[in-house]
């Protein structure tokens, strides 16, 4: 019988110390697994299970040693969940610090949107991951709760929960632990809590931890709107230009909050106020306050108990990179589709295969709508597979189509709202864009008629030409009314980019 063993290569010389006490407490009671007798030990851990992924014995080999003499004399250190967990026989546990909490499935603002929240965190925490929460979805305290006919306790009550659940995952036993293989210590709950500045439940998150012992499993930070700061800007402009007290006063900041009854609430509200706004969903003022006031509460706390801090999360998504025209947010998303989809592609090849997109490992322009229900073409990024065993659903088309997706994939209906598959019904009407090719009277050079790809959706109400849309896309301007493009090779068919040229019209009159 012949059997085989994996060979384990030796680690290379010890060259790793420490330079005091402190440090290599710290690595004791950390990230010291019980299979690592020194620091050399757990840097030859982890580099061996970073280079395990590699396709041969050889290279594998090569790249640990590489791995590890980066690390040696601490000239690169890992993230400390990679330091802890890399490599060890605990599979329960994450490589990553950080996350925010992905969103529930419908409902946010419900117990079961806010349990089902709870829940993500636990899992988190359990496998020694930071959770990162935004609380701006609860309805703000003493909001009436119509199905039970009481009034709410609020966002900031509410998160007692997770701080609770934090002290409880993270606690341990308390006792001095038997067991060989037990960590030195468990990894603290490290949670970032953030609620925007026009919640009505702000003025308690900024002073919460002035109570002693509350909310201590959280860093909190308070979300500080463009709009805000602009009038804490134009207060302090007034104050150096020695502006009355009455004048500073009369800049008031209103702490509002979506109205809870709207028909549209539980199926849209996931705390984009923006977004509320945009659709003209009413929105209730609980109660306005002077800007001065409320910014000199934020500093006051700080300054008395280190928190809250303040993030600007309006700029954040403006320098986001992947924001290219300010419609595209940070957000948690990531819907699935089967490997036989078809993707309409913007680079010429009108339609390919997700699971090809996925195997060519690139990120690829595609059509979509953005937030003003327009077709535009926007940049999938890392398609990729999966998992398998994902339960799916099949969606018919009374038109006889058929699409397959994960019951988390959403889809545009024709009244603007999106729906995950897993929640659409019998009668539910999609949008959708249908392309067609248009044969035009003009006879090219090569004797042939002038033929384009156009898109209009299914009621005929937007019409774009796909030449257009995609030079435009690729040479990232916006088109006017005076510029055309042509097609290099005369074959309206091809979009490929590169045979597409942006002219004027004069100049394009002279060159045919």
Known sequence: MNVETERIPARPPQTTTFEDSFSEEVWRTTYKDHTDQDVNDTFWRVARAIASVE??????????????????????????????????????????NC???????????????????????????????????????????????????????????????FDRSSEIITAGSGLKSKNKKAKGRIRKGA???VMSVWHPDIIEFITAKQTQGRLSKFNMSVNCTNEFMDKVLQVEDLRKNGAAQEELDAITWDLIFPDTTHEKYKVEWDGNLEEIKRKNYPIKI??????????????????SRNEPGVLFLDRANKFNPYNYDLTELIRATNPCLTGDTLVAVADGRHHVSIKQLAEEGNDVPVYCYDKSGKLSIRTMRNPRITGENIPVYKIRLDDGNMLRATGNHKFRLKTGEYKEVSGLQ????????????????????????????????????????????????HNGVKLNENQVVHHIDYDGMNNAPNNLKIMDKTSMMLFI
């Open 426 to 473: 019998s009668g539910d009407s999609l949008e959708l864009m249908i392309k067609y090719l248009a044969k035009l009277d003009t006879i090219l050079p090569n004797g042939k008629s002038r033929l384009n790809y156009w898109w209009v959706n299914s009621g005929w109400k937007q019409n774009f030409a796909e030449h257009r849309m995609i030079a435009s896309f």
């Open 191 to 193: 949670q970032m809590l």
């Open 286 to 303: 609980y109660q306005t306050v002077k800007v001065s006031w409320l910014w000199d509460l934020i500093i006051q706390s700080t300054f």
């Open 55 to 96: 396709a041969t014995e050889e290279l594998k080999v090569e790249w640990a040693e590489k791995f590890y003499d980066m690390m040696t004399d601490f000239k690169v250190v890992p993230g400390g969940r990679i330091l802890a967990n890399a490599g060890t026989e605990f599979k329960g546990t994450t490589l990553i």
């Open 99 to 161: 996350f925010v909490l992905p969103n529930p499935k419908y409902d946010f603002d419900s117990i079961e949107g806010i349990l089902e929240y709870l829940k993500y965190q636990s899992l988190t925490l359990k496998s020694e991951g930071g959770a990162g929460l935004c609380a701006d979805f609860i309805r703000p305290r003493g909001s009436f709760i119509r199905g039970i006919g009481v009034e709410t306790p609020g966002a900031v009550k509410f998160m007692e929960l």
